[in-house]
């Protein structure tokens, strides 16, 4: 059975860092691009980041650009995101998800991350 | 990197048919055919109901169905039952290795 379970979201300051992080299980990991989407509360999905298989390319939504770093360890079948300057716009349920053509058949279950004073 | 244009709800009695739109540009929608349907219920993940356009995958029942003309995508549902009630996104591939999900509709079943 497919799984993906996203930890690490948290209540942060203001210009804080987080890293959160998706342990994939039930498939070979290696083998998919990943994708991490965001959705604020009471809006809705943003696609935020991608990287491919080996972990070599790397996309960004222009939201986040330059203030996230998608990265994975297929050795640990862990995605990563780490997540510098935070700012309250940054709030949300942050999901991960298997890339399938074009599409996300596998999604977590979400972790909160909260950006507030 | 703009959001795709959906409608803000939708509804319909049980049995009757809605359609959804998605409308994007030549550079998403329009110029790819891997535009996907999500349904999401208060709380909980989405869930795919289409991919590529007009693909179900398995375990999503026919009364779901998906269309693409230009730059508009379409998402019908046929037979309304109560439980789609949800929140429906759209997503396509925008080029430059981006996604781009649309702003969601809510469907309401009267």
């Keep these: ?117 | 990197q703009s959001a795709l244009t959906q409608p803000p709800s939708a509804s319909g009695s049980p049995g009757q048919s809605v359609t959804i739109s998605c409308t994007g540009t030549s550079s998403d929608v329009g110029g790819y055919n891997y535009v996907s349907w999500y349904q999401q219920h208060p709380g909980k993940a989405p869930k795919v109901m289409i991919y590529e356009v007009s693909k179900r995958p398995s375990g999503v029942p026919d009364r779901f169905s998906g269309s693409k003309s230009g730059n508009t995508a379409s998402l019908t549902v046929s037979g309304l039952q109560a439980e789609d009630e949800a929140d429906y996104y759209c997503s396509s591939y925008a080029g430059s290795n981006k996604m781009v999900f649309g702003g969601g509709t809510k469907l309401t079943v009267l």
Excluded at chain 1, 43 to 58: A, P
């Design chain 1, 1 to 117: 059975e497919v799984q993906l379970v996203e930890s690490g979201g948290g209540l942060v300051q203001p210009g804080g860092s987080l890293r959160l992080s998706c342990a994939a299980s039930g498939f070979t990991f290696s083998s998919y691009y990943m994708h991490w989407v965001r959705q604020a509360p009471g809006k809705g999905l943003v696609w935020v980041s991608r990287i491919n298989d080996e972990g070599s390319s790397t996309s960004y939504a222009d939201s986040v650009k330059g203030r996230f770093t998608i990265s994975r360890d297929n050795a640990k079948n862990t995605l990563y995101l780490q997540m510098n300057s935070l700012r309250a716009e940054d709030t949300a349920v942050y999901y991960c998800a298997r890339d399938g053509s074009g599409s996300y058949v596998y999604w977590g279950q979400g972790t909160l991350v909260t950006v507030s004073s």
